[in-house]
């Protein structure tokens, strides 16, 4: 059984970066799957933001692609996000998930929220 | 990017009713639309894939249908434990991965 776990600190000053991992158990981020960052503000929807696979290929949403990185660790099968320049509209619960296949996201991680606030 | 609404926004319902919420795409998507479903505090559940495919462990009371731009969740007799939000996903156009708003359902 996949799980996917995040971590990293629940608050960030605006203009600061925000700086997220998430670890894989159970399964390899080298097992041929892509890797996803998705986040939902407070009592809002759904916002996918990127993916990585193991190669480390990377696709992004235009709407954050100027400020996001994605990166991989296989030696620790993890995989990590960084978003700079964060405003209060960043405050959000940030999730990892696994694309099964076809950006099909079958595994997710139990979410972390991050406030930007000084 | 492909615009995903789902209507009703919200919904009430009693238990056993059966209850349909819709998904519609800006532009064909073909069949590759997902359903989740996500309780309080929680993360996203994986309901139907493919439109229709029913995830794994799922109960048979969750159905999809559709195609194109026009697709369908329907839940064919309430449970207590299926109040929750449900959110449709497309997959066909990428990136971006797009979601719908998502759709409350409440005990009525």
């Known amino acids: 059984q996949v799980q996917l776990q995040e971590s990293g600190p629940g608050l960030v000053k605006p203009s600061g970066t925000l700086s997220l991992t998430c670890a894989v158990s159970?399964?390899?981020?080298?097992?041929?799957?892509?890797w996803s960052w998705v986040r939902q503000p407070p009592g809002k929807g759904l916002e996918w933001i990127g993916e990585?696979?193991?190669?480390?290929?990377?696709n992004f949403n235009p709407s954050l692609k100027s400020r996001v990185t994605i990166s991989v660790d296989k030696s620790k099968n993890q995989f990590s996000l960084k978003l700079n320049s964060v405003t209060a509209s960043d405050t959000a619960v940030y999730y990892c998930?696994?694309?099964?296949?076809?950006?099909?996201?079958?595994?997710w991680g139990q979410g972390t929220l991050v406030t930007v606030s000084s | 990017d492909i615009q995903m609404t789902q209507s009703p926004s919200s919904l009430s319902a009693s238990v056993g009713d059966r209850v349909t919420i819709t998904c519609r795409a800006s532009?064909?998507?073909?069949?590759?639309l997902n359903w989740y479903q996500q309780k309080p505090g929680k993360a996203p559940k994986l309901l139907i894939y493919?439109?229709?495919s029913l995830q794994s462990g799922v109960p048979s009371r969750f159905s999809g249908s559709g195609s194109g731009t026009d697709f369908t969740l329907t839940i064919s007799s309430l449970q207590p434990e299926d109040f929750a939000t449900y959110y449709c996903?497309?997959?066909?156009?990428?990136?971006?991965?797009?979601f719908g708003q998502g759709t409350k359902l409440e005990i009525k």
């Open positions: 998930a696994r694309d099964g296949d076809d950006r099909v996201f079958d595994y």
């Open positions: 159970g399964g390899s981020v080298s097992s041929g799957h892509w």
């Open positions: 990585i696979y193991h190669s480390g290929r990377t």
């Open positions: 532009q064909s998507i073909t069949t590759y």
């Open positions: 493919g439109a229709s």
């Open positions: 996903q497309q997959s066909y156009s990428t990136p971006p991965v797009t």
